[in-house]
């Protein structure tokens, strides 16, 4: 995750992280990213149902009953376990979270064990009584996923009044007071619509976006063929920063970040330094605080059954299930090969990750994504779009 806005506009100072000594706790959630211990941010899928058919969707989810997904009880017991592990944020997400009956539920709890609590949703089923419900518990944020305007994110969708729905659930968010944003999967179908999110944040008055780089998994590695050139990539990245300045230097100052792609850290950097911009040198002490990647360590997954992943994108190896072992003991095993790995994962990527300068920084970017189109998960990842001489 790169805080556009925070590092190229100079919302955030290393001063202002270690102010809290770096450690997860105490930090307040914008500077989250920045901690020295990572404590993991646990994904939560708490369903695998979906009122949607998203052609992208990582956990592959429709529109019926799965089994085996964790009770309220059980979910509870998870949230007892990640709160006294210091866990600082879990994000519940699905599937469409809010198809679950005991959501509200859940969240309070999280709450009330001092956690934050966060749901990634589709936005179509967020009514006013629903969001004032969230708002009740202490929700902290809510982040609604579209792929584009109208026409092309109820294609990506595959229901027609997605968007629509949508952009009530974010009116109901704002009118309950609860902190909403958006969520956008850039992807050659969708690219052209970047101009016109910014656009809808100006006009809908929404104070965060995410721009998601396509990570191959789920429905997801279908749109593989789909994803960005370098140069595409790089265009994008450039009209995403050029976008959140212009925002900010007219005093409308939304937090902008891109996602799952850690060369956006050394390309925002490089393009600094290129402009001469005295901020260059705090960026990049920024950058390495935020360490790039950090799956398995400060990121991990817990699906709908109690099964434990690296990330939300890594279903396909399970450290072990919280309905055995608590996820706290799952983490901190280093019997598993893998999660060994991933604890300290620059020393083993191959390749140009392995000579590039820009390693601590970008720790290794996505080793899911590397291995679905390689089959390798220690070859450089093909979505970094970093050149040999960036990163020599």
Known sequence: MIGISKLYCGTVEPSDALRYGRQSGRLPSHLLQFSADKKPVVVWNVTRRCNLKCIHCYAHAKDESFPDELSTVEGKLLLDDLAGFGCPVVLFSGGEPLMRPDLVELADYA???????????????????????????????????????????DRFRGVSGAFRKALQGIEACKEAGIKVGLRFTMNRLNSLEIPSIFDLLEEREIPRVCFYHLVYAGRGSRLMKEDLSHEETRRAVDLIIDRTVDLHRRGNEKEVLTVDNHADGPYLYLRLVRAGNPRAGEVLELLKMNEGNNSGRGIGCVSWDGSVHADQFWRHHSFGNVRERPFSTIWTDLSDPLMKRLKNKKQYVTGRCSRCKWLDVCGGNFRVRAEAATGDLWAPDPACYLTDEEIS
């Open 111 to 153: 709450v009330k064990k001092g956690m934050r609590a966060v749901i990634s949703t589709n936005g179509t089923l967020i009514t006013p009584l629903v969001a004032k419900e969230l708002k009740t518990v202490g929700l902290s944020y809510v982040g609604i996923s579209l792929d584009g305007m109208e026409a092309v994110n």
